[in-house]
């Protein structure tokens, strides 16, 4: 009997039994109740999430695939000294990793062009996900996982964990239940990465590299060092959309939240970005977007070095933050009855009561009272054992991932896009083919 089906009847049995009773709720966690976790990629950000899970005793940390051998190493090493034997397993691919049915979900963080197509997969397997953001390449893919997650009640967590902070949530909490009015305006503002060109030279691939599975669904190309690093997955096209989807996805996700548009979007978008000219990194950098939405919401997102743009019309907003010494405020929602200006770390009021204010009895959560985590693999896990929606669900990712797309085409044509948040179109099939790719057909899903 697999975990999913085990949990169905332990629930089961549970309501028609009441004396008989889970062991967890005792606080132990027999092994047949953990969740097995596999780790799709191990680099910088994997190394960081995994922590979260191995401190978590609902799950354990079972297997890594990887096509750097050096990372499955270090891998191997962590897992197994956190638990004190070798049981870590390697696999060869995720392929071969999702028909392991002992494993129960993956945390997917490669480089952003594969994280979709990994996902698809995994939900067909029966896994549930954890994928990290930008959450795809492709429009046709997000729609496709949208599809599989759907069929196969796959718990999908988008790794937006500003969800899952205190400051973010309470933000959120005040403006969607009217404490600062009706919003008339959002401001938005993140890192754009900073691309330092380097010139492209043909190298030899390395031993221990899989760089045929490292490319996965993108065209194949000559391999360089400089392409496979961590600056080549975030800001070359073919792998990203650079730190507008990257980066983007923190603050454009908690917007959505806020306005209560987790199902939809913006129905306009225009402004630009700078796209270099030459050199390797070709992802959009150093934007500055206008958006609106249906109900007359506007919404100003710009990358740091157009941060002076905010500023000059809003500087009483920004001095008060400074004031604090916090740092710059990623989202500020402005309503007819005030605003209020977030980051990690803080939120800062225009009425300072608010800060300290308790929510009305009646007024929306962003999580109910007896469930509420300021972890996102906490939460993540959480619901894999309930089957519960997660903070940060599939279709929040794909509609907050979608303006990062948006924005994209808007820099590289020059024009405006007019979208329609309901059937998912520019409505102009020039733009809409721009946010599609092709598969390679060795790793296409």
Known sequence: MDRRNFIKNTLAASFAFPTILPSRLFGAEPPSNKINIGFVAYGSRASDLIKDFLGNPSCRVVGVCDPKQWRVD???ERVNAFYGDKSAKTYKSYREMLADKSIDAVVISTPDHNHTPIAIAASRAGKDVYCEKGLSTCMNLRKKM???V????????????QRSGYPMQRTVELVR?????NVKKV??????????????????IPAGFDYDQWLGIAPLAPYSDIRVSQGGGWFIYDYALGFLAGWGAHPLDIMQWGL?????GPVFVEGDGVIPACGIFDTVNDWNFRMKYSNGVDVHFVADPNFNDLYRQYPEIFSRVAESKFDRPQVVFIGDEGWIATNRGYFKCSNPKLEKIELRPSDWRATSLDKKSYNHAANFLH??????????????AIRSDTISHICDVV??????VHWNPKIESTGNSVQDKMMVRRQRAAWAV
């Open 74 to 76: 270090a891998f191997h």
């Open 146 to 148: 949208r599809g599989s």
């Open 150 to 161: 759907a069929k196969n009640g796959t718990v999908f967590q988008y790794g937006t964990q």
């Open 177 to 181: 239940n009217g404490y600062i009015g």
């Open 187 to 204: 401001l938005l503002c993140c890192a754009c990465g900073g691309i330092n060109q380097t010139k492209f030279v043909e190298q030899p």
């Open 260 to 264: 209560g548009e987790d199902n939809s």
């Open 383 to 396: 619901c894999c054992k309930t089957r519960e929606l997660p903070l940060s669900n599939c279709e929040a």
């Open 411 to 416: 820099a590289r044509s020059g024009k405006s």
